[in-house]
């Protein structure tokens, strides 16, 4: 089974609306965290934003928030007020512990996000 | 401060050879894992460094093999090359106890 799942190919989005990207993911674990990245065409993965399995807040990164639902196993990304510069792939991932305190990080397939001017 | 760096950009080799790639984390960053990520997937999880050792590994195979220096440099190494090894490598770092990992601009490998 997919441990990150992004079901969106792709998206468009316009100008100055909001877009929700979807992402579920699948662990036994109780600890875990999840990411969203960037990665423009230029190929750097760019950190956006970091929820932890045990934080009741969702977290928020200016124009960047998470809705972290854990009994869904759902960790969507919203971006508001959308920019041209937002025009990316977008990539959900999850850290797991492993025992020795390892961690592994798994990505999902990514979505590309294209904003309309 | 400078971010994670990684040399070379880019790339070409034909198969059989050998290539290796470099990374320099971030100051203050002593975690520094390897990432392959083929056109149009997601980054696929190598191996990762701590205290000069591998300490997770992903399903690649040994023809994969790395290091990590004092100074918390890596390098990742790859034998007999395959023309499916073509790809982006990323190279993520990540401070102590922190969770947060950040990737380089990735060097970017032809396999001919």
């Known amino acids: 089974a997919q441990k990150i799942t992004q079901t969106q190919p792709g998206m468009f989005v316009q100008e100055k609306e909001a877009v929700t990207l979807d992402c579920t993911y699948d662990?036994?674990?109780?600890?875990?965290?999840l990411f969203w990245y960037k990665q423009p065409s230029s190929g750097e993965m760019i950190f956006l934003i970091y929820?932890?399995?045990?934080?009741?807040q969702n977290a928020t990164e200016g124009r960047y928030s998470l809705n972290f639902q854990k009994a869904r196993k759902s960790a969507n990304l919203v971006i508001s007020a959308s920019q041209l510069g937002d025009s990316a792939m977008y990539f959900c991932?999850?850290?797991?512990?492993?025992?020795?305190?390892?961690?592994?990080?798994?990505f999902g397939t990514g979505t590309k996000l294209q904003v309309i001017p | 401060d400078a971010g994670v760096t990684q040399s070379p950009t880019h790339l070409i080799k034909t198969r059989g050879q050998q290539v290796t790639l470099r990374c320099s984390p971030k100051?203050?960053?002593?975690?520094v894992s390897w990432y392959q990520q083929a056109l149009g997937q997601g980054p696929q999880f190598i191996f990762q460094?701590?205290?000069?050792?591998?300490?997770q590994r992903g399903n690649f195979p040994d023809r994969f093999s790395g290091h990590q220096f004092p100074n918390y440099s890596s390098e990742l190494n790859v034998n007999a090359l395959l023309l499916g090894d073509s790809a982006l490598y990323l190279c993520?770092?990540?401070?102590?106890?922190?969770?947060?990992?950040?990737f380089g601009p990735g060097t970017r490998l032809l396999v001919l």
């Open positions: 991932a999850m850290r797991e512990f492993h025992s020795g305190g390892y961690q592994k990080v798994t």
């Open positions: 662990t036994s674990d109780q600890s875990y965290g």
């Open positions: 929820q932890g399995s045990y934080d009741e």
């Open positions: 993520a770092s990540s401070p102590p106890h922190r969770e947060t990992q950040y």
């Open positions: 100051s203050g960053h002593d975690t």
């Open positions: 460094y701590y205290e000069e050792e591998e300490r």
